[in-house]
Every structure is written in C-alpha cells, then in structure tokens.
C-alpha cells in the first residue's frame, strides 16, 4: 500500500544569522531560533535546515524511520579515506560497533586508571615551579593524548603529532569547497595514521592488549583492515580536541564560580562539575542527519534527502534544564545533556572522558593546587560553530605569584 501524502508548512529561511555569528556567541543565536524558529533554514549553513529543541534533537537522533547517517556525499569520506561506522546504518554500522565495544566496557577501563593518574601527576609535575601557567597546553592538551594514546592502543606517535592528525581529519571532514590543500593534508594524515596503526595491529594479532586497536584487530566477528583504520580515525578526530576542549571549559566554569569549585574541592564531588562543564559547551556543538523519509514535525515539511543538523549544543540550553541555561552550575540537573549524543551512534568513548576528567584529572589539579586562579579573569574566549572550547586558560598557581 502507498504511504498517504504528507502536508506541512515551508522550513521558514533566516537569513540574518551569519557564520560569524553561529561561531562568536552561538548561545544567544540558539536562544532566540528555539523561541521564535525552532527549526529553519540557515542561510549561513548553505540554507541548510536545523533543530534547536531538546526534544527535536532527540528525534533526529534517535527516530531511525525518517533520519539516518548513511551520507556518500560529504567530504568526511575522503578525508577519512573510507566510510566510518558513524556514516553507517543498521548491521553494519552495529558491525563495527561491536567490534570496538569491549574496549568500553567498565572492566576494561579501570585497567587504564593508574596510567591516566601517572600521565596527570607527571603534567603537573612539571608546572609546579611556574607561576602563571596556559592550561590548555600545559594540561589539557598533552592529557588528551596522553589518555587517547592509552585507551587506542598507540604508544608510536608523538604528542603534537595526535593534533595535527585530528586537526587534519576534521578540516578535511569539513571541506565542502574540495580545497586540494585542506585533502593534500588529510591525505598525508592518513598515510602516517594507517603505518602507525598497522605497526601495531601485527603487535596486537601476537600479545592482544584492552585497547581500542587490540578490541577490533581481535573482534569475535572480525571486520576489514580499511574499517579498523577508519574507525580508529573518528576516535582520533572525535576525541582528541573535545577531551581538551571539555576539561578547558569545565576548567572555566569552575574557576570563574570560586563557591562551586569549593563545593566540588569539600565533597570531592567532581562529577557534577564534570557533566556541567559538557552541558554547558557542548564540544560537538551539531551533527548531521540525512532525511531518509519526509516527514513533518512542528506543522514543517521535511524533505527526503536532505542533510539536516541536529544542534546539540542548543539542545543543551533547552528549557529541561532550567532558568540561566547560559550560566554554568553545577548544581542543575544535567542528566539529559546531549553531548555525547544520543540513539545508535551515541558516543562509545564518554565513559573514558568521565574517568580521566571526574575520577582524576579534576581531583589531582585541584589538589596539588588549591589556591589555582584565573590570572586575567576577561582574557579567554570561546570560538567555534562545530566544535567549541575555550582557546586558551591562563592561570595563577598560587597566591604568592
Ligand atoms: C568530551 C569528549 C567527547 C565528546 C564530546 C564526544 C562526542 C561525540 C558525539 C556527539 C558523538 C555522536 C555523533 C553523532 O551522533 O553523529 C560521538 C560519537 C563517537 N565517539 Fe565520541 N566524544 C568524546 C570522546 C570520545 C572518546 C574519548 C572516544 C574514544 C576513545 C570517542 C569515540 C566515539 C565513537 C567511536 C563514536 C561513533 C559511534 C557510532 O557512530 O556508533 N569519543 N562522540
């Protein structure tokens, strides 16, 4: 039987919104499109519809008849050199999933515990002696490796190496222009990657270890090489920068609100800090969708093969939340923030983060320095549509500099 037609209204277009906008203060864009158009068209996104609301968030997220993942288009497979399992539907996105899985397990995690702590004491170790210190590349930064190089199961490669391949994945994920420079990068990116990986996997098929790499080298239901190598290519360009980027903004929300950072510091309670510091900036601010099916929702008409955005970083300030979602507190109810997404590609890696970022990252700094303080309260600034965080976090150690 033939599906019976749908009606709705035209997606309304807004055409004063500019990408400089979405990337200063995107929080007072979203504010006002989830009170007057929950849904529309963005000029400035190439007229490209998107969902501000929680609940629309959600359904795009999770409504798998009329949105999916699967997109042959975007730029994020040749940069990627091949379809991740995030750009996958039904079993073989489950496939892969799978394949990745026990390394996420809590079990599994644990076991990284004593590595995560040794890589935090040795980063604080060495800015004890100074007096003002950037915590984005003194801290954040470095942890980030650190910890990914552990939980990825890949000891050969440098430091600043890991960002430059996550950098370079996702400007090339994000070339719609095609920009031969931007894919010359991505591409030279992924000729380094694809050798460190597969120098390990041979290690992995003899000694397997609780790795992400050793997990999918060593799946019970066994996917191809290409697939292992681009699937440890999202956990480098979907983890790398947000980890920095979510301990930075959690840092600043808890140094700029000194009564909630001595709520945390008294009841060694950091996972309140921890879930509002995600909730408050989102680190993936939007993720795509493709309509699968048209459909109407808000009395709109949505059309079948578009490529929509869900903006989870809206969705986040969203009424649910209560009043000043703006502001950061940590004693708001943040259970349904959605920055490690939600439905079938819900991110596998956010029990990791809560690990480093709740268990010990937050615990050991604040420890070592109790008296830590923002050093010029007005200098950090935000930036970013996609992804967000603070650019830098100057800070004082002590009283006494
Ligand atoms: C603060 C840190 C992180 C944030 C904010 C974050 C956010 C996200 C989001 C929003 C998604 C869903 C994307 C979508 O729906 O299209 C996602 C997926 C994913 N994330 Fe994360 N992530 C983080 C850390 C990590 C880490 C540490 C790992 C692995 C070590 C990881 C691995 C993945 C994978 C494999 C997927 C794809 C899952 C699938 O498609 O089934 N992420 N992440």
């Not at 992400?212 to 920068?241: D, E, W």
Request: with cysteine; glycine share 6%; proline share 5%.
């Amino acid at each position: 039987m033939a599906d019976t037609p749908i009606s709705g209204g035209e997606v309304p277009l807004d055409a004063f919104t500019t990408f400089e906008m979405l990337e200063d203060n995107p929080v007072a864009v979203y504010a006002w499109l989830r009170k007057t158009t929950p849904i529309v068209r963005l000029k400035a996104l190439g007229g490209r519809i998107i969902f501000t609301k929680a609940k629309d968030v959600t359904r795009v997220k999770t409504d798998a008849e009329h949105f999916w993942s699967s997109d042959t288009t975007t730029p994020m497979q040749r940069a990627f050199g091949g379809h991740t399992l995030m750009r996958k539907d039904g079993c073989q996105h489950l496939r892969e999933r799978h394949a990745m899985e026990p390394a996420f397990t809590p079990e599994y995690l644990e076991n990284w515990s004593a590595a995560f702590k040794q890589i935090t004491d040795n980063l604080l170790d060495k800015i004890v002696s100074q007096e003002t210190v950037d915590l984005a590349s003194a801290f954040a930064k470095p942890l980030s490796v650190g910890y990914l190089k552990c939980v990825l199961g890949i000891d050969d490669v440098s430091s600043g190496h890991l960002f430059e391949w996550a950098n370079a994945l996702v400007r090339g994920a994000m070339n719609a222009g095609n920009d031969p420079e931007i894919f010359f990068n991505s591409d030279q990116a992924n000729t380094e990657m694809d050798e460190c990986f597969d120098k390990m996997i041979e290690q992995y098929q003899i000694s397997p270890d609780k790795s992400v790499l050793s997990a999918m080298v060593n799946a019970q239901s066994p996917i191809a090489l290409s697939q292992v190598r681009t699937n440890m290519k999202i956990c480098i360009g979907g983890a790398v920068i947000e980890t920095r980027d979510a301990l930075l903004s959690t840092l600043y929300g808890l140094l700029n609100n000194p009564e909630q950072l001595r709520y945390c510091i008294d009841t060694n309670n950091w996972s309140i800090a921890c879930e509002e510091g995600l909730r408050w900036v989102a680190p993936i601010q939007a993720s795509p969708r493709i309509v699968k099916k048209a459909m109407v929702m808000r009395g709109l008409y949505i059309p079948e093969g578009e490529t929509v955005m869900a903006v989870q970083g809206s969705a986040n300030h969203d009424s649910e939340f209560g009043p000043e979602p703006e502001r950061f507190n940590i004693h708001r109810n943040t259970k349904l923030h959605q920055s490690f997404g939600e439905g079938a590609h819900a991110c596998l890696g956010g029990s990791v983060y809560r690990l480093l970022v709740a268990q010990i990252a937050l615990p050991k700094l604040f420890t070592r320095f109790p008296e830590l303080k923002i050093a010029q309260p007005d200098r950090t600034s935000f930036k970013g549509f996609a992804f967000r965080g603070p650019k830098d976090l100057q800070v004082r150690l002590s009283d006494k500099a």
